[in-house]
């Protein structure tokens, strides 16, 4: 007899739980709901799913966990769709707050820097935190005041909507600095969702085109890097270091 771990079976993989329908329902008994929303009581369920065949419907598990299971007559592809519509209205009603970065490095001007002050600002106002940072090269690093001056300017022009949620840090040769939107700013982009989901389930009722759904704002590009190789040879050269030809 061969010794060892047992042969892996895809067949014993755990399932995501099912609904049962009709044939697959292979308990004795089951307690029915009709389609009016009416109780027959405990029924066979060869009996409970004749009566659904009569009325051309479905025998549908809904509680699987009751003694005995409650099943409802109803139309399958109906219910189906109705609870993707449900799921659906459930993501549509979460409050999904991303976290968008706008990177800097310390060479950033001025106009770079309100450039990207404004691109924040638009972030937080559909209620996404943001976090800057500023990348060093080179000997950049052993300057990092410049950073910190930087995101000084950055946190007092975004002071009047945004709190601190972390404080600046290095991590390995970055410096950032995460924000948040403050709460009458959160409660602001909630009503403007409540809103908008208003207009869009009034436009479904009515047969009118959907409104479109307002995405988040396009991340802003990266800092250019094309000249950080040579700010890397500018470096090596003032270290005394001759670049090879």
């Known amino acids: 007899m061969a010794l060892g771990h047992p042969r892996f079976d895809p067949r014993q993989q755990q399932r995501g739980y099912q609904i049962r ?46 003694e005995p299971p409650v099943c409802k007559i109803l139309d399958f592809g109906k219910y189906k769709y109705e609870e993707k519509k449900k799921q659906a209205q459930a993501r549509r009603n979460q409050s999904v707050v991303e976290i968008k970065e706008i990177k800097l490095r310390p060479k950033t001007d001025d106009h770079d820097i309100a450039f990207k002050v ?30 910190h001056e930087q995101l000084d300017v950055i946190l007092k022009a975004l002071e009047d909507i945004a709190n601190i949620e972390t404080r600046p840090s290095m991590e390995a040769r970055a410096m950032s600095v995460v924000v948040a939107p403050k709460p009458a700013v959160m409660q602001r982009v909630a009503q403007q969702r409540a809103a908008q989901e208003k207009a869009r389930q009034q436009a479904e009722k ?35 270091e001759a670049p090879s030809n």
């Open 21 to 66: 329908v009709n044939h697959r329902i292979r308990v004795p008994e089951v307690r029915v709901i009709d389609a009016d929303g009416s109780m027959l009581g405990v029924l066979q369920t060869h009996e409970a799913l004749r009566k659904a065949q009569e009325q051309g419907l479905d025998l549908v598990e809904v509680n699987p966990k009751a």
């Open 118 to 147: 404004k691109a924040a600002r638009r972030f937080l106002e559909a209620g996404h935190k943001v976090k800057f940072t500023v990348r060093f090269r080179g000997r950049e690093i052993t300057h990092p005041e410049k950073a």
């Open 206 to 240: 009515e047969g009118k085109p959907m409104p479109p759904t307002p995405s988040s704002m396009e991340d802003l590009p990266e800092d250019e890097d094309d000249d950080d190789d040579d700010d890397d040879d500018d470096d090596d050269e003032a270290e005394g």
